[in-house]
C-alpha cells in the first residue's frame, strides 16, 4: 500500500487481512495490553510462528518500524453490547422466510405433551434438584410464545421434594431413571423422547433461562448451519461466566497447571480456558463449552447417538463436542442468548472434584496415545501437587497417582424401584440358565422379583439337569417362568428358554450373579434405543472371602483394560434381535460369551457404565486354577471349532489361525499396569496363574464335554 497506493489515485486504502479471521473467530485476537501496546504482531507470532516468522522478522521490520512511527489510533464510542442488538435484530428482523423462522407458535406457558409435535424438546437431568427446578421451568414457559417445547426430565433418584414439585406440572414428562445414573446416563435414558423436533436444548436444571435466549440459538443455529450453538451463561450476579473452552492437550495442561487463572492474558496454546473478554462479545465457532446449556441439531442427535457414560460426571460434553466435530459439525457461541448459571447444581466435594481430574485424563486416554495421556496425566499431576494444600483439593493428587483408587470414586447407584416406574420399565426378557443353584438362585430372583411378578419384564429360569432344589425356589417367585432341560448343559438351556420367550431385547443371566433392577433397565433402554446390538453391565469383583494370592491375581486383572472391554467376565450380557440373528443358536460351546463377543464390531457392542453386578471370586487358589482351566479350555475349543462356525456365524479371522485371543495384548497390559512393588508383585502372581493353567489345560488329555457345568464351588 506505501508502495504502490498514490497510483491508485484512492483518497482511502484498506487493509483487511486478519480481520476476516478474527471476525470468523479462527484466529484469537491478542489480550488488550497487547494491543495497546502496538504488539499485536508478536501476539500472532507467537500463535503461528512457522507461518509468520519469515514475514515479520525477515520481510517486515522497516515497515513495522514506519508504522510504529506514523499510525495513530481514532478514538470511537463504545458500540451497544451485542447481546442487546442480537435480541433488537430478532425482534425487529423482517419477515423471516419458512426456512428460517419457527415452524409453528407455541401455547403461551404451555408445553408440548409426548404425542405433540414440537420445535424443542429441552432434556433436563435432575439429582436433588428441589432448590432451582422451578425457577427453570418458569423461565422456559415464558419462552414458549413463539416456539413449542416439549420439556422431559430424567430424575435421577432424588432423595428431596423434586419430583414432587415436577408433579405439580403435568404437561412436563418427568422419567425416574431408578438410579443415580450420572448425567450421561441421565440423557441417555430419556434422549428417545427427543425424537422428530427440529432440535434438542440440554439444560442443567440449575439454569434460569433469560428472554428469548431459546429463539437466538435456535436462529444462530440455522444461520450458521451449526451442529450444535451454546449461549452467553452469566453468574448470580450478572457478570459473565468464563464457559469457553479449548481442546484439551498436554500444552494447555501445562499451562494451566503452572498458572492457573493468572497471567489470563497468555496464548491459547497455554489455556484450556478461553480467558479473552473479546470472545464473550461477538458470535463465533468454538472448540467446546461447559456443558450447562446447548442446543443440539435433531439430526446430529440421531447421528452421535448416546453419550459417552464412562465419565458419569464431567468431560461427557467434551466428548460430545469432540465428536460432533470430528463428524464435520461446527460449534458455535452466541453470546446474544443469555441463561444464568447459579452453579454447584451437581453438588461439591473433594470426591466429586477428584472425579473432575480424573475423567479429564480418561478422555485423553480415549482419544490419544499412550504416551500422550501418560504426558498428560504428569501435567495434571504437577497441577495438583502445586495446588495439594487447598482443602477443595485434599487428596486428589493421591487419587491420581494410584490408579487402582479410581473405582472409589462417585459412579452410578441403584435406587429401590418406586412403583410408579414399574409400569414404565423396558420391555425385555431375563434368561437364567442354572444347573444345582439352589444355595444362590434366591439371591438372584430376589433383585428381579418386583419386575417378574408386575409383568415388567419377562423372567425365565432354565433349569438344566437339576438334581437339587433350584427349581423349586425359583417357581416359588411370582411370575417368574421355570422350566426343566433335561441335560446338564448351559447351552441347551438358553436355547431351549430362547424358544419359549417371547419379548426382545434380551439379557442372559448366570444363576449366581445379582444384577439390580436400575442396571437392567440401562441395559435394555440402551439396546432398544439406540443401534447397537449388543452390550453388558458393569461389573466388579468381589475378592473379600478370598485368599490373598487369589485376591492378588484380582487386583491385577482390575488393571488389565481389556478385562473390562468385552462381553464376556461379567456373567451377564444382552442382545437384541437383529443380534441374536448373528448366530441363530447357541453353539455347543464352553465359552458362550467369549463366542457372542465375537460376533460384533466394537462400536456393534457396548459396556455401560451400570451400578456394577456383583462378580464374586473364587475363594481358594485350586478353585481359581479351575475356573482358569475352563476359560482356556473354552478358549481353544472355540478356536479349534471357529473354521466350521465361520461358515453359518462371523468369526473373526484372528481366531482362525493360532488361536491366541490376546495373550499377547494381555501381557502388554499387565506390564503397562505395574506401577510400584506391589502392583508389579500382584502381576506376578497373575502371570504365574496363567502360565500354569495354560499349560495344565494343554497336558490335559482327559476331554471333558462341552455340555458339563462347570462353575466354583468355593464361592457359592
Same mark, same amino acid.
Given at each position: 500500500?506505501?508502495?504502490?497506493?498514490?497510483?491508485?489515485?484512492? =483518497?482511502?486504502?484498506?487493509?483487511?487481512?486478519?480481520?476476516?479471521?478474527?471476525?470468523?473467530?479462527?484466529?484469537?485476537?491478542?489480550?488488550?495490553?497487547?494491543?495497546?501496546?502496538?504488539?499485536?504482531?508478536?501476539?500472532?507470532?507467537?500463535? @503461528?510462528?512457522? /507461518?509468520?516468522?519469515?514475514?515479520? +522478522?525477515?520481510?517486515? %521490520?522497516?515497515?513495522?518500524? /514506519?508504522?510504529?512511527? $506514523?499510525?495513530?489510533?481514532?478514538?470511537?464510542?463504545?458500540?451497544?453490547?451485542?447481546?442487546?442488538?442480537?435480541?433488537?435484530?430478532?425482534?425487529?428482523?423482517?419477515?423471516?422466510?419458512?426456512?428460517?423462522?419457527?415452524?409453528?407458535?407455541?401455547?403461551?406457558?404451555?408445553?408440548?405433551?409426548?404425542?405433540?409435535?414440537?420445535?424443542?424438546? !429441552?432434556?433436563?437431568?435432575?439429582?436433588?434438584?428441589?432448590?432451582?427446578?422451578?425457577?427453570?421451568?418458569?423461565? +422456559?414457559?415464558?419462552?414458549?410464545?413463539?416456539?413449542?417445547?416439549?420439556?422431559?426430565?430424567?430424575?435421577?433418584?432424588?432423595?428431596?421434594?423434586?419430583?414432587?414439585?415436577?408433579?405439580?406440572?403435568?404437561?412436563?414428562?418427568?422419567?425416574?431413571?431408578?438410579? =443415580?445414573?450420572?448425567?450421561?446416563?441421565?440423557?441417555?435414558?430419556?434422549?428417545?423422547?427427543?425424537?422428530?423436533?427440529?432440535?434438542?436444548?440440554? +439444560?442443567? %436444571?440449575?439454569?434460569?433461562?433469560?428472554?428469548?435466549? #431459546?429463539?437466538?440459538?435456535?436462529?444462530?443455529?440455522?444461520?450458521?448451519?451449526?451442529?450444535?450453538?451454546?449461549?452467553?451463561?452469566? @453468574?448470580?450476579?450478572?457478570?459473565?461466566?468464563?464457559?469457553?473452552?479449548? $481442546?484439551?492437550?498436554?500444552?494447555?495442561?501445562?499451562?494451566?497447571?503452572?498458572?492457573?487463572?493468572?497471567?489470563?492474558?497468555?496464548?491459547?496454546?497455554?489455556?484450556?480456558?478461553?480467558?479473552?473478554?473479546?470472545?464473550?462479545?461477538?458470535?463465533?465457532? #468454538? *472448540?467446546?463449552?461447559?456443558?450447562?446449556?446447548?442446543?443440539?441439531?435433531?439430526?446430529?442427535?440421531?447421528?452421535?447417538?448416546?453419550?459417552?457414560?464412562?465419565?458419569?460426571?464431567?468431560?461427557?460434553?467434551?466428548?460430545?463436542?469432540?465428536?460432533?466435530?470430528?463428524?464435520?459439525?461446527?460449534?458455535?457461541?452466541?453470546?446474544?442468548?443469555?441463561?444464568?448459571?447459579?452453579?454447584?447444581?451437581?453438588?461439591?466435594?473433594?470426591?466429586?472434584?477428584?472425579?473432575?481430574?480424573?475423567?479429564?485424563?480418561?478422555?485423553?486416554?480415549?482419544?490419544?496415545?499412550?504416551?500422550?495421556?501418560?504426558?498428560? /496425566?504428569?501435567?495434571?499431576?504437577?497441577?495438583?501437587?502445586?495446588?495439594?494444600?487447598?482443602?477443595?483439593?485434599?487428596?486428589?493428587?493421591?487419587?491420581?497417582?494410584?490408579?487402582?483408587?479410581?473405582?472409589?470414586?462417585?459412579? %452410578?447407584?441403584?435406587?429401590?424401584?418406586?412403583?410408579?416406574?414399574?409400569?414404565?420399565?423396558?420391555?425385555?426378557?431375563?434368561?437364567?440358565?442354572?444347573? =444345582?443353584?439352589?444355595?444362590?438362585?434366591?439371591?438372584?430372583?430376589?433383585?428381579?422379583?418386583?419386575?417378574?411378578?408386575?409383568?415388567?419384564?419377562?423372567?425365565? !429360569?432354565?433349569?438344566?439337569?437339576?438334581?437339587?432344589?433350584?427349581?423349586?425356589?425359583?417357581?416359588?417367585?411370582?411370575?417368574?417362568?421355570? #422350566?426343566?432341560?433335561?441335560?446338564?448343559?448351559?447351552?441347551?438351556?438358553?436355547?431351549?428358554?430362547?424358544?419359549?420367550?417371547?419379548?426382545?431385547?434380551?439379557?442372559?443371566?448366570?444363576?449366581?450373579?445379582?444384577?439390580?433392577?436400575?442396571?437392567?433397565?440401562?441395559?435394555?433402554?440402551?439396546?432398544?434405543?439406540? $443401534?447397537?446390538?449388543?452390550?453388558?453391565?458393569?461389573?466388579?469383583?468381589? *475378592? &473379600?472371602?478370598?485368599?490373598?494370592?487369589?485376591?492378588?491375581?484380582?487386583?491385577?486383572?482390575?488393571?488389565?483394560?481389556?478385562?473390562?472391554?468385552?462381553?464376556?467376565?461379567?456373567?451377564?450380557?444382552?442382545?437384541? $434381535?437383529?443380534?441374536?440373528?448373528?448366530?441363530?443358536?447357541?453353539?455347543?460351546?464352553?465359552? *458362550?460369551?467369549?463366542?457372542? *463377543?465375537?460376533?460384533?464390531?466394537?462400536?456393534?457392542?457396548?459396556?455401560? =457404565?451400570?451400578?456394577?453386578?456383583? !462378580?464374586?471370586?473364587?475363594?481358594?487358589?485350586?478353585?481359581?486354577?479351575? #475356573?482358569?482351566?475352563?476359560?482356556?479350555?473354552?478358549?481353544?475349543?472355540?478356536?479349534?471349532?471357529?473354521?466350521?462356525?465361520?461358515?453359518?456365524?462371523?468369526?473373526?479371522?484372528?481366531?482362525?489361525?493360532?488361536?491366541?485371543?490376546?495373550?499377547?495384548?494381555?501381557?502388554?497390559?499387565?506390564?503397562?499396569?505395574?506401577?510400584?512393588?506391589? &502392583?508389579?508383585?500382584?502381576?506376578?502372581?497373575?502371570?504365574?496363574?496363567?502360565? /500354569?493353567?495354560?499349560?495344565?489345560?494343554?497336558?490335559?488329555?482327559?476331554?471333558?464335554?462341552?455340555?458339563?457345568?462347570?462353575?466354583?464351588?468355593?464361592?457359592?
Amino acid at each position: 500500500m506505501a508502495k504502490y497506493g498514490p497510483e491508485t489515485g484512492a =483518497n482511502v486504502l484498506l487493509a483487511f487481512g486478519a480481520v476476516v479471521d478474527f471476525l470468523a473467530g479462527s484466529v484469537q485476537r491478542a489480550p488488550k495490553w497487547a494491543s495497546d501496546n502496538g504488539l499485536e504482531w508478536a501476539w500472532r507470532l507467537a500463535l @503461528e510462528p512457522r /507461518r509468520l516468522a519469515r514475514r515479520y +522478522l525477515v520481510d517486515d %521490520p522497516p515497515s513495522l518500524i /514506519r508504522l510504529r512511527r $506514523e499510525s495513530h489510533l481514532i478514538a470511537s464510542e463504545t458500540p451497544a453490547p451485542v447481546e442487546e442488538a442480537g435480541v433488537e435484530a430478532l425482534q425487529t428482523r423482517p419477515a423471516l422466510n419458512a426456512s428460517t423462522s419457527p415452524s409453528h407458535g407455541g401455547s403461551t406457558g404451555h408445553f408440548a405433551s409426548q404425542g405433540q409435535q414440537a420445535d424443542i424438546t !429441552v432434556l433436563a437431568v435432575t439429582y436433588n434438584s428441589a432448590d432451582t427446578i422451578e425457577e427453570l421451568i418458569a423461565t +422456559l414457559r415464558a419462552e414458549t410464545g413463539s416456539l413449542s417445547l416439549r420439556v422431559v426430565v430424567a430424575d435421577n433418584g432424588s432423595s428431596d421434594s423434586t419430583l414432587d414439585l415436577l408433579a405439580q406440572h403435568p404437561d412436563v414428562i418427568a422419567v425416574r431413571t431408578g438410579g =443415580n445414573l450420572g448425567y450421561a446416563g441421565g440423557l441417555n435414558s430419556v434422549m428417545h423422547l427427543a425424537r422428530d423436533c427440529e432440535a434438542v436444548l440440554v +439444560l442443567n %436444571p440449575d439454569l434460569r433461562v433469560e428472554p428469548h435466549a #431459546i429463539a437466538l440459538l435456535l436462529d444462530r443455529m440455522r444461520r450458521s448451519g451449526a451442529g450444535i450453538v451454546v449461549p452467553r451463561l452469566l @453468574e448470580s450476579d450478572g457478570s459473565t461466566y468464563v464457559s469457553l473452552r479449548r $481442546e484439551p492437550s498436554v500444552a494447555t495442561a501445562f499451562g494451566d497447571a503452572l498458572c492457573g487463572a493468572r497471567f489470563t492474558g497468555r496464548p491459547g496454546w497455554a489455556s484450556e480456558l478461553d480467558y479473552d473478554a473479546e470472545s464473550y462479545q461477538h458470535p463465533h465457532r #468454538i *472448540d467446546w463449552a461447559t456443558g450447562a446449556a446447548l442446543l443440539i441439531k435433531g439430526s446430529l442427535v440421531h447421528r452421535l447417538g448416546a453419550w459417552d457414560e464412562q465419565f458419569f460426571l464431567y468431560s461427557e460434553e467434551v466428548d460430545y463436542f469432540r465428536r460432533a466435530r470430528e463428524g464435520g459439525e461446527s460449534i458455535w457461541y452466541e453470546p446474544a442468548a443469555k441463561m444464568t448459571h447459579h452453579m454447584g447444581g451437581s453438588g461439591s466435594s473433594t470426591s466429586l472434584n477428584a472425579l473432575m481430574v480424573i475423567n479429564r485424563i480418561r478422555y485423553v486416554r480415549k482419544y490419544h496415545s499412550k504416551k500422550y495421556a501418560s504426558a498428560f /496425566r504428569s501435567a495434571v499431576l504437577l497441577a495438583e501437587g502445586l495446588r495439594a494444600f487447598k482443602a477443595s483439593r485434599r487428596g486428589i493428587f493421591k487419587t491420581v497417582l494410584d490408579e487402582s483408587s479410581w473405582g472409589g470414586l462417585p459412579r %452410578p447407584g441403584a435406587v429401590v424401584q418406586h412403583p410408579s416406574s414399574l409400569a414404565a420399565f423396558p420391555s425385555g426378557t431375563v434368561i437364567i440358565p442354572a444347573h =444345582n443353584e439352589e444355595a444362590v438362585i434366591a439371591r438372584t430372583l430376589h433383585q428381579l422379583a418386583d419386575l417378574a411378578a408386575s409383568d415388567s419384564i419377562e423372567v425365565i !429360569v432354565a433349569c438344566n439337569g437339576c438334581t437339587d432344589r433350584t427349581a423349586k425356589i425359583a417357581v416359588s417367585f411370582p411370575g417368574v417362568k421355570v #422350566i426343566e432341560v433335561e441335560t446338564a448343559s448351559k447351552v441347551a438351556a438358553l436355547n431351549a428358554a430362547d424358544k419359549i420367550a417371547s419379548h426382545w431385547p434380551r439379557v442372559y443371566l448366570d444363576a449366581d450373579i445379582e444384577m439390580s433392577p436400575t442396571a437392567l433397565k440401562m441395559v435394555l433402554d440402551r439396546l432398544t434405543h439406540s $443401534e447397537v446390538l449388543a452390550g453388558r453391565p458393569a461389573f466388579e469383583y468381589d *475378592d &473379600s472371602l478370598a485368599e490373598a494370592p487369589v485376591r492378588a491375581f484380582y487386583r491385577a486383572r482390575r488393571r488389565i483394560p481389556s478385562a473390562n472391554q468385552a462381553l464376556w467376565g461379567a456373567g451377564v450380557y444382552g442382545l437384541t $434381535e437383529e443380534g441374536h440373528a448373528r448366530f441363530g443358536e447357541f453353539p455347543a460351546l464352553t465359552a *458362550d460369551d467369549l463366542f457372542v *463377543d465375537q460376533q460384533f464390531e466394537s462400536w456393534e457392542k457396548v459396556v455401560l =457404565n451400570t451400578p456394577p453386578v456383583r !462378580v464374586v471370586t473364587p475363594r481358594t487358589v485350586e478353585s481359581l486354577f479351575a #475356573i482358569l482351566q475352563r476359560n482356556y479350555r473354552g478358549q481353544a475349543e472355540f478356536t479349534a471349532k471357529a473354521r466350521n462356525l465361520s461358515q453359518a456365524v462371523r468369526v473373526p479371522t484372528a481366531f482362525l489361525g493360532s488361536g491366541d485371543t490376546g495373550s499377547r495384548r494381555t501381557t502388554r497390559e499387565l506390564i503397562s499396569s505395574v506401577r510400584g512393588p506391589g &502392583s508389579a508383585l500382584d502381576a506376578v502372581v497373575y502371570a504365574s496363574f496363567v502360565v /500354569r493353567a495354560r499349560l495344565k489345560q494343554k497336558r490335559q488329555t482327559t476331554k471333558v464335554s462341552v455340555a458339563a457345568w462347570e462353575r466354583d464351588v468355593s464361592s457359592r
